[in-house]
């Protein structure tokens, strides 16, 4: 005999998984059922006094009585989770320069030459025309990124922008950051003095030790950079604070089975954490045979790397993984994490924006190198030279993009477990598939985040207290022994 | 040449949870759908022969079943969905009421 109803759901998403389901709700909250209790709960055969219920009915899957007070908790949660949307633009990115001393294998600039002439640099009317126009955003917070080709190529233009940016803010009064995308190999004692009066964070390029890193990276004349990234990474260390320099490396077929001597050489530099970012398909990287590596291998290439940061954790070394740091905040924090790679909508203009060396804007540097490599310029939404703010902002191009990137309504998406945690990147479906909402069957994009979720909820799965102390001391950015002291503190405190 | 053929009863299964799942599917077959008396026919044509037609005819019924469950409890709860999504963005102060005229007409949409 069925009993009577006693409970209603509330919305959540399922995957059937190998030995039980996985279900996340609209606020990122999740739980695994076996196969039995997922059966009961949507049959309404739960009883109202069983563990099981109790848990699904505090992390808000299912409900009793109170609908309207429910729904005003959900709602808050759900505005928490999607805080980025208020922030608005804060990522302002400035190529300074196409110029760069380096030919790197699967260089995203599409850079010139060192020598080549002035036109492929930012002017100083642009470069102002750039901060002011930043500035208009309603973000309390602006951070400003030079990138390039090599940035300290065109060092005066950086110096007029932090100047710039510092004399306007006497009247915005915003939070401003600095950080200088920089390979390192041009830097000297001058500019170093500048970054640290400024307090400019740099931020570098190191693949590993010095016959990975040098693989990919290289002069014009084809000399590897290693030797010179590694003396001008010291002497910047040396010089400026704790946390001002930091690197990220590019997953290539050339470390990607040895992540963890990359991880090594990252804890010699003295460097505090690690992305491992897999390569995207633009610029030279676009097709490119050379470069090509399953999905297969950098899943299997970023286990084993996980697995060998987690022992050094767990030996009392605090260094994250930036990517599983950022995911599990979403999955196990209600709070928004600004990362406009991953977004829904996505971050494309609306979280983060770039603006070229003649004052074109694009959406993202990604739609920057669609425009660089191929001349389509589908992603440019004005020039600061000539549009105004809203002019650029109200352009119905960013309209459609936006549309088309909220993963709610998109197929794959719309019912996909990670839907709460995920987001999509329109420009790169565009390039690989051919328009900005995508095929998900075949979308490496959707592939590789899915596998990386599958990945962190194995390990949920099998939590031990060890690994999740671990996984808290990185999203809360404490040590091992902060955490682990003020849990056993709370297990002290409960059982008194 | 159609390689596999799965007839599905439209009395059991919806034409959204038929499409979904092939949806899912069209990565790895060619998959075509056409509606008869008694049945919906769903035809696969493998785009690389790595799964025999056992094991493809299991997964897809098993993804169907789960792609039906979604549009059945979505059912339950859509309206609820709508409702924390708009109470997050654009907050009513008499939400008992909107709640209470929504939930006992689910027909209607915000």
């Known amino acids: 005999m069925t009993p009577q109803k006693q409970y209603s759901l509330l919305p959540f998403r399922f995957d059937k998984r190998q030995d039980n389901y996985l279900l996340v709700n609209e606020t990122g909250d999740h739980i695994f059922l076996e196969f039995s209790e997922f059966q009961q709960l949507i049959n309404k055969q739960l009883k109202s006094d069983s563990e099981i219920f109790l848990n699904l009915k505090s992390k808000f899957f299912l409900y009793e009585k109170s609908l309207p007070k429910i729904i005003e908790v959900l709602a808050t949660k759900y505005r928490t989770k999607h805080k980025f949307l208020y922030d608005y633009t804060s990522l302002h990115m400035f190529v300074v320069t196409y110029k760069c001393n380096q030919k790197c294998t699967y260089c995203h600039a599409s850079s010139v030459s060192d020598v080549s002439d002035d036109k492929f640099d930012m002017d100083i009317k642009t470069a102002q025309k750039s901060v002011e126009f930043a500035f208009k955003s309603p973000s309390h917070n602006i951070k400003i990124e ?31 950051e600095f950080v200088l995308c920089t390979n ?139 990517f599983s740091t950022l995911l599990l905040s979403r999955i196990l924090t209600p709070f928004s994490t600004g990362f406009v790679d991953l977004q829904s909508p996505t971050g494309a203009a609306i979280s983060g924006i770039i603006y070229d060396v003649n004052g074109d804007v694009f959406i993202s540097d990604e739609a920057r190198m669609i425009y660089r490599t191929t001349g389509d310029k589908k992603f440019c939404i004005g ?92 999203i809360t950015n404490r040590s091992l022994d902060q955490v682990e002291n003020f849990t056993s503190n709370m297990t002290i405190n409960e059982s008194i | 040449m159609k390689e596999l053929i799965i007839e599905i009863n439209p009395l059991i ?98």
């Open chain 2, 13 to 110: 299964y919806t034409l959204q949870a038929i499409k979904n799942t092939c949806y899912d599917f069209s990565g790895d077959s060619w998959v075509d759908i056409q509606s008869e008396e008694t049945c919906i026919k769903i035809f696969f044509q493998k785009k690389e022969n790595s799964i025999n037609n056992i094991e493809l005819k299991q997964q897809f019924m098993n993804r169907l079943l789960d792609h039906q469950i979604r549009i059945d409890t979505a059912k339950e709860f859509k309206t609820i969905r709508e409702m924390i999504v708009a109470q997050a963005f654009e907050p009513c102060d008499n939400l008992n009421e909107v709640v209470g005229y929504m939930i006992n007409d689910p027909s209607k949409t915000i």
């Open chain 1, 146 to 176: 030079f990138q390039g080709g090599e940035p300290l190529l065109n060092f005066d233009i950086v110096k007029a922008t932090v100047e710039h940016a510092e004399k306007i803010n006497e009247e915005y009064q915003k939070n401003i």
């Open chain 1, 184 to 322: 390192l190999t041009k830097l000297t004692t001058e500019h170093l003095k500048y970054i640290k009066e400024k307090k400019i964070v740099i931020s570098t390029s190191l693949d590993g030790p010095a016959d990975i890193h040098n693989q990919c990276r290289k002069y014009f004349n084809g000399k590897g950079t290693y030797e010179d990234v590694i003396n001008n990474l010291k002497m910047a260390k040396s010089d400026l604070d704790d946390g001002m320099v930091t690197a990220l490396m590019t997953v290539t077929p050339f470390n990607v089975h040895r992540l963890k001597e990359v991880v090594d050489e990252y804890l010699n530099q003295g460097l505090e954490y690690i992305f491992f970012r897999k390569l995207n398909p633009f610029g030279y990287a676009y097709k490119n045979e050379i470069l090509d590596y399953t999905l297969n291998d950098f899943i299997i290439g970023y286990k084993e790397a996980l697995d060998y940061i987690i022992q050094l954790n767990s030996s009392g070394v605090f260094f994250p993984e930036v």
């Open chain 1, 383 to 474: 020039n600061v030279n000539v549009n105004s703010w809203k002019e650029i902002y109200s352009n119905p191009q960013l309209r459609e993009i936006i549309e088309d990137s909220c993963i709610d309504a998109l197929p794959g998406c719309a019912w996909c477990v990670y839907k709460t945690y995920c987001g999509s990147d329109p420009v790169r479906n565009y390039l690989t598939q051919g328009d900005m909402i995508g095929y998900r069957p075949t979308n490496d994009f959707c592939q590789k985040h899915k596998a990386i979720f599958n990945l962190l909820f194995s390990y949920l799965e099998k939590l031990d207290d060890k690994t999740d102390n671990i996984f808290w001391s990185w």
